[in-house]
């Protein structure tokens, strides 16, 4: 009984899997390389300050061997008030990002939904803004919000009060609109089918009816993307709270690093501290990044 040899594979299988395995090489390659900095901080969170030098001209730079502990992370709190801090950022970052989503979403669904006359000259001019950079308007912004007016809980009386320097609020609303989550929202609202609007004017909806129940419910991408580019800037805020923030029990974690900077800094501390603000955000985005990628593919369907 004569033996049939397995074909030979085919050389364009073979050029097909080569450029697949170079393509996942370089990809890990890639990764491991942008890894090398968040590995090294982890790292070094958990040295004394002389082995991190000592380790700095090898391998172990990156490797969690020698002398580990938490004195670093047990040290930040003695030095700061970093409970406070991660209080105020994770407060502030959430309310931002509800609101933007809330206001930018509905700006938006204006833009693209609904019809009338000009809203191609008002996106454009929303889309302008982007060139603007923070820097140039910083100054100016500060003076607007110190002539704002806030109402005031004192006890059981509503006082109306000028100015909102040094508060949680000046933090948050003027950072609310946003022109590229607008822009984001609106291209992905344009990708969904108009005829839903259609019939549900027949079934009697309203404008809000239709923003509430048919688009905000189809578009988890947007929003999942919408919430990461919101809250990574909230989060990183550091130049804005400098400005208008001088109690320390209403600084946001960035404004923290400079503490270590005083006196005699600690570099094992530093580390310890960047990598408690660090990991909120690598958890958001591992947990959306799905999302992510998926609107931001969509995103350029329509517009």
Known sequence: MTSVSPAPA???????????????????????????????????????????????????????????????????????????????????????????????SLAAFALSRMRWRGKKMVLAAVIATLIVP????????????????????????????EGWLDTYQVQILPFVANAFSIFLFHQYFQSIPKELDEAAVIDGASW??????IVMPLSGPAIATVAILTFLPAWNSYLWPLMVVQSENLRPVMVGI??????NPSWGQIMAYSSMITVPVLALFVAFQRAFVSSIASSGVKG
Do not use: C
């Open 10 to 104: 085919r050389p364009g299988r073979q050029r097909s899997l080569l450029r697949s395995l170079t393509v996942q090489t370089a990809r890990i390659a890639l990764a491991l390389f942008f890894a090398f900095p968040i590995v090294f901080m982890l790292v070094s969170s958990l040295k004394p300050d002389q082995q991190i030098f000592g380790d700095l001209d090898g391998v172990k730079a990156f490797l969690p061997v020698g002398h580990l502990s938490l004195d670093n992370y047990s040290g930040v709190f003695d030095r700061v008030p970093a409970a406070r801090f991660l209080l105020n950022s994770i407060g502030i970052s959430a309310v931002t990002v509800v609101l933007g989503i809330f206001v930018n």
């Open 134 to 161: 923070f820097e140039t308007f910083a100054l100016p912004l500060v003076w607007w919000v110190n002539q704002l007016p806030w109402l005031q809980v004192n006890g059981f009386h509503l006082t109306l009060t």
């Open 208 to 213: 809000f009816g239709i923003y509430r129940r």
């Open 258 to 263: 400079q503490y270590f900077f005083q006196l």
